[in-house]
């Protein structure tokens, strides 16, 4: 239990607040996420405000935060582009998952390069972690009646708390100390 309790995860779960700020932040300077211009945009805006209360969770350093901020960002970017520019503006709940499938990939990938900075073995393992829970958040979005139609660049807050437990508890067993963590900056 102390392990628990020292660990990162229940701030990593508070970092959910970063969905709802990055969606409402990208909706008001690009609109909805309907065209790719607007879905890179969103993206990055989005991208960034969650990577920012990532690595607020984390309590990261400097560099560790603008690298976090960063990959983030591009990640979300280059995803929302490339499903935007495949299917449109995403409306169905399959399109959703596509969607967090594709997100959740590249960001993990991004990211990697930060956990294995701070010397973690299965680093890798990140990248279907992240995968798995943007497409379970963007499920869980649609699921509970919210609308997919005004073009929002991240799923709401339940699919939020969805996947930061589940990239929680993957970061918990990946990087058991924030010590550990706190070597990337």
Not at 32 to 58: C, K, N
Not at 73 to 97: H, N, P, S, Y
Not at 136 to 147: F, K, P, Y
Request: glycine share 12%; aromatic share 6%.
């Amino acid at each position: 239990m102390d392990r628990l309790r020292d660990s990162i995860v229940l701030p990593w779960i508070l970092a959910v607040i970063g969905f709802p700020i990055g969606g409402v932040l990208a909706q008001q300077l690009a609109g909805p996420a309907a065209t790719v211009p607007a879905a890179v945009v969103s993206g990055l805006v989005a991208g960034a405000a969650i990577g920012f209360a990532q690595a607020s969770a984390l309590r990261l350093h400097s560099l560790a935060v603008a690298l976090r901020v960063g990959a983030t960002a591009a990640a979300l970017a280059v995803a929302l582009g490339l499903v935007t520019g495949a299917t449109g503006q995403i409306e169905t709940t399959t399109e959703a998952i596509v969607l967090g499938v594709v997100s959740g990939a590249l960001i993990g990938v991004a990211q990697v390069a930060l956990l294995m900075r701070a010397g973690v073995p299965s680093a890798w393992a990140w990248i279907p972690v992240t995968a798995v829970a943007w497409a379970v958040g963007w499920l869980i979005t649609a699921s509970v009646g919210v609308a997919l139609a005004p073009g929002w660049p991240v799923y709401g807050l339940s699919g939020a708390l969805a996947s930061q437990v589940i990239t929680g508890v993957a970061l918990w067993r990946l990087v058991p100390s924030r010590d550990r963590l706190r070597a990337m900056a």
